[in-house]
Structures are given as C-alpha cells and as structure tokens.
C-alpha cells in the first residue's frame, strides 16, 4: 500500500536534486563575510564591558585604595586577597616605609584570581572611592593557574602625566577628604623632589605571599 503511495520523482528532482546543495553554497560567495578575524583584529567590546580590574590613583600618582576591604566582603566568588597596611610619614632615613595614598591606609596586597572570578562586578559596586574599576580588556586565559593571579603591581594603573611614582607625601596643605573632592590636579614639585630624593631606598614591589 506504502509503495503504491509512493509518487514518483519530478524529472527536475531526479536529475538536479543530487547537487542541489551547491545551489547553497553557491549563494553564500556573494554574501558579505561574517568571519571575525580574532585574535589578529579583536572586536570592541560595549563600553560598560566588566574585563579586567583596574586600581586607580590619584592625579598625583598616589593610591585611591584606602584599605576598607568591601571589594573582597562583596565578592561572592572569593576571588580578592587584600591586605592593609598603615601609611608612614616617617623619614625614609628613620625607617618609615612611605606613603603610598591618601588618609590613613593603603593597600599592600592586592590579587584578584581571575580562575575564580565572574566578572560580575560586584566589587566596584561596593567600592566607595573607586579604587577599583573595570576596564574592557578581556584576554584572560593563559597556561598556568599562577598566571590568572594577577598581583596589585599587575592591577595598578599606570602612571599618567603629572603623576609621581609613590610612596610620596600627599599635596602640601590638602587632606584626605580634598583628594576625593577632585582638588589634586597633579604633583607638585615637593612631591616631585621627595620622590627623587628616595630613589634606591625603596622598594615598592609588591611583597611574596602564596596564591590564594
Ligand atoms: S567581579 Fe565579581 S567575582 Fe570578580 S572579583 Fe569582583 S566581585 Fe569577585
């Protein structure tokens, strides 16, 4: 009965139907292309891309990290290993290690394991000086877990013009509170001398501690 329904092919069917399909690719070549040539021309990504972290500084170079720790209570991934430490006026000379923000701490350990991030932002949210940030940059992957720990020295955002490497002493008669109500516009040549003066005594890099 089955075979007694069963039509008979066209005359078109039966002798173009086989190659039919190149019909469709045949089409395609004159299609514009789609093919993102990645990685050699990455595409750019939306402005408000979470991509790595960043921490920021002040105009004249200083940190904007005041040691509250809210980025790593607010990750829900545990991806953030802070440590705190005092800033020092004492002299170089004396034995004071320096100053390296505004206020009264600053942040001596900073790492963020991107093997366990999210990337969902929830620690510049919690931020309350916007020390930390997210830029658009997303190459993340690499061979080794060690390599997916980025340190504070890895994180920190580059000296910009007028900026001073710290540690250096703040703005000569501002106060924390002036640094975050935008009136640092840069270094000063204090800070500038201060900064020459202790070239060689210091040691900025970031101390060894283990991954966490
Ligand atoms: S983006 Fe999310 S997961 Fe990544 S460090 Fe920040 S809070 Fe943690």
Same mark, same amino acid.
């Not at 701490?105 to 394991?113: H, L, S, V, W």
């Given at each position: 009965?089955?075979?007694?329904? &069963?039509?008979?092919?066209?005359?078109?069917?039966?002798?173009?139907?086989?190659?039919?399909?190149?019909?469709?690719?045949?089409?395609?070549?004159?299609?514009?292309?789609?093919?993102?040539?990645?990685?050699?021309?990455?595409?750019?990504?939306?402005?408000?891309?979470?991509?790595?972290?960043?921490?920021?500084?002040?105009?004249?170079?200083?940190?904007?990290?005041?040691?509250?720790?809210?980025?790593?209570?607010?990750?829900?991934?545990?991806?953030?290993?802070?440590?705190?430490?005092?800033?020092?006026?004492?002299?170089?000379?004396?034995?004071?290690?320096?100053?390296?923000?505004?206020?009264?701490?600053?942040?001596?350990?900073?790492?963020?394991?991107?093997?366990?991030?999210?990337?969902?932002?929830?620690?510049?949210?919690?931020?309350?000086? &916007?020390?930390?940030?997210?830029?658009?940059?997303?190459?993340?992957?690499?061979?080794?877990?060690?390599?997916?720990?980025?340190?504070?020295?890895?994180?920190?955002?580059?000296?910009?013009?007028?900026?001073?490497?710290?540690?250096?002493?703040?703005?000569?008669?501002?106060?924390?509170?002036?640094?975050?109500?935008?009136?640092?516009?840069?270094?000063?040549?204090?800070?500038?001398?201060?900064?020459?003066?202790?070239?060689?005594?210091?040691?900025?890099?970031?101390?060894?501690?283990?991954?966490?």
């Amino acid at each position: 009965m089955a075979d007694e329904m &069963r039509r008979e092919p066209t005359f078109f069917a039966k002798h173009f139907g086989p190659v039919g399909g190149f019909g469709i690719t045949f089409k395609q070549q004159f299609k514009k292309v789609i093919t993102e040539e990645y990685p050699e021309q990455p595409r750019p990504t939306q402005p408000r891309f979470h991509g790595r972290h960043q921490l920021n500084r002040h105009p004249d170079g200083l940190e904007k990290w005041v040691g509250c720790e809210l980025c790593a209570w607010a990750c829900p991934a545990d991806a953030i290993l802070v440590e705190g430490a005092g800033n020092d006026d004492t002299p170089l000379e004396e034995g004071g290690t320096g100053r390296f923000s505004p206020g009264e701490r600053y942040g001596r350990i900073y790492q963020i394991n991107y093997l366990r991030c999210i990337l969902c932002g929830l620690c510049i949210e919690a931020c309350p000086t &916007r020390a930390l940030t997210m830029t658009n940059f997303y190459e993340l992957a690499d061979d080794t877990r060690g390599k997916l720990i980025y340190t504070k020295e890895q994180l920190l955002a580059p000296l910009e013009e007028g900026m001073v490497r710290p540690p250096h002493p703040m703005v000569a008669g501002m106060k924390e509170r002036d640094y975050y109500q935008g009136k640092v516009s840069g270094a000063t040549e204090d800070q500038r001398t201060y900064a020459e003066s202790i070239q060689g005594h210091t040691d900025t890099d970031e101390p060894e501690v283990e991954a966490s």
